[in-house]
């Protein structure tokens, strides 16, 4: 992994492991205009939280940084996250005690309104790919964590996009790594232009990987786009509401 001493724009990847796992997984990349290459500040091994102090991006990052004061100062930044950073619409509607007074059966379990978000129909509508629901499926575990983090990054001076912001010079996101894969398969390695661009030492289907891939898409929103090893972000489409956020994505091959 090569430090540089000089980053315009920096990209953070988690790849969430739960409250009590040892599953959690970071990385670190940067770029400047003019490079050829990524620049890798780090990739954490797996790992768990502490449990004798507060969550805080500090004692997220420092695994990947493993010794290394801090991130470098930079023009932009952004943390992809992969997890559900909301909730379904209607599933707060209901914990609120705002339900549907006359609830239906839906027409199948991805229509279900309690179940999944607009953006996770809008994913298995373009690429029949059905993401773990965060309100019925143990994904929840690890987006209530990552909400739990969502205060004290903002307190830092980073967004939510597209929930709180269209974009932000810090920027948190929800990526998808799996819609990267070949096959959209957590177990598979990433399409050959990606897995070139990852250190050597990762192993496709683990959590640094999954890290690993998260800061690449992290990176390419920092960059704008100006990074021409990237290929550019799916944003949301302009149909989609913007409450239950969006899951930032590569466009498959």
């Not at 430090?3 to 997984?25: E, F, H, N, R």
């Not at 990739?43 to 695994?63: D, E, G, H, I, Q």
């Not at 960059?223 to 913007?242: A, F, K, V, Y």
């Amino acid at each position: 992994m090569t430090p540089s001493s000089s980053i315009d724009y920096l990209g953070i990847g988690w790849d969430v492991g739960g409250w009590c796992g040892t599953k959690q997984a970071v990385a670190i990349v940067g770029w400047s205009v003019g490079d050829s290459a990524l620049h890798w500040l780090g990739v954490s091994p797996a790992f768990s939280l502490s449990r004798r102090r507060p969550l805080s991006l500090a004692s997220l990052l420092a695994p990947a940084l493993q010794g290394n004061i801090g991130l470098p100062d930079t023009q932009r930044q952004a943390i992809a996250i992969d997890a559900s950073l909301a909730f379904p619409r209607a599933f707060c509607q209901l914990l609120l005690g705002q339900g549907d007074p006359q609830p239906q059966v839906p027409s199948s379990e991805l229509d279900n309104p309690l179940a999944y978000r607009d953006c996770e129909r809008w994913l298995y509508r373009a690429y029949g790919k059905k993401p773990l629901s965060a309100s019925f499926d143990k994904l929840g575990n690890n987006s209530t964590l990552a909400l739990s983090l969502l205060p004290a990054l903002q307190a830092q001076g980073y967004r939510l996009v597209p929930q709180h912001a269209a974009t932000a010079q810090q920027a948190i996101i929800e990526a998808y790594p799996a819609l990267l894969k070949q096959g959209f398969r957590a177990n598979q390695a990433a399409r050959p232009a990606l897995a070139g661009l990852l250190p050597a030492e990762l192993a496709p289907g683990s959590d640094r990987y999954d890290a690993a891939l998260c800061a690449l898409m992290a990176l390419e929103f920092a960059s704008q786009g100006r990074c021409p090893l990237l290929p550019p972000l799916i944003p949301p489409p302009d149909s989609q509401p913007h409450d239950e956020g969006w899951i930032y994505h590569f466009a498959p091959d």
